[in-house]
Each structure stands twice: as C-alpha cells, then as structure tokens.
Nanobody, 124 residues
Framework: QVHMVESGGGLVQAGGSLRLSCTAL????????MGWYRQAPGKQRDMVAA???????KYADSVKGRFTISRENAKNTVYLQMNSLKPEDTAVYYC??????????????????WGQGTQVTVSS
C-alpha cells in the first residue's frame, strides 16, 4: 500500500507565505497525478492545484497567481508554495496522489491515497 505524509502548514498573517510538502511512501511503481485539496469548516473538499507526471499544472481560479504546485519525481514528493495568503485560504489542506504500486512480487495495482491533512490558518 501507499500512504502520504504531509508537512508544513500553520498560522500566518494575511499577505504571508507558507509551503506544504507531501511525500508518498510505499512500494511505488509510478505516480500519475499529484494534487492538493482543501476543506474549510462546513464546506466541501475542493481541488486547489494538481500536477501531472509530465509537469502540467491546473489551479483553482481562487489561487491562480498566488499558489504554485511543483513535484520532485525522484522523491515522490509534491509541494504547494502559497504566497499572498488571504483569510479565505484558511482550511485543512490534503494531498492526494494516484498511481500504481507493487502488489506482491509480480503484480501491479492502482492506488489513490490521501494525506492526513494539515491546518492552514490565515489571520486578518
């Protein structure tokens, strides 16, 4: 199986910056899309940014120009650099990854895994 370990997050004033990291651990064969989602209290979980194995990126309109997603394929790690943070960015941020892993010595299986979530709080 594959599990995700997140780091980063915390409390920052409006206009400040934070960087989130997330590493996929396990018997990984390949990783396709890596992404970040967020969920504010009482709201649904929404996609923030995603990046393919080839480096193509997609962003939610609300974070375009402020957030940057990147990845290090050799480390199975995805990052989210968040600049010009706003109070409305306050949420629990989750990483999400899909790909294939070694399910025994001769088989591959698909996986999709979530990180444990990390709190980002932006004060006004």
């Amino acid at each position: 199986q594959v599990h995700m370990v997140e780091s980063g997050g915390g409390l920052v004033q409006a206009g400040g910056s934070l960087r989130l990291s997330c590493t996929a651990l396990g018997s990984i064969f390949s990783i396709d899309v890596m992404g970040w989602y967020r969920q504010a209290p009482g709201k649904q979980r929404d996609m923030v940014a995603a990046i393919t194995s080839g480096g193509s990126t997609k962003y939610a309109d609300s974070v375009k120009g402020r957030f940057t997603i990147s990845r290090e394929n050799a480390k199975n790690t995805v990052y989210l650099q968040m600049n010009s943070l706003k109070p409305e960015d306050t949420a629990v941020y989750y990483c999400n990854t899909s790909g294939t892993y070694y399910n025994g010595p001769y088989y591959l299986a698909d996986f999709r895994s979530w990180g444990q979530g990390t709190q980002v709080t932006v004060s006004s």
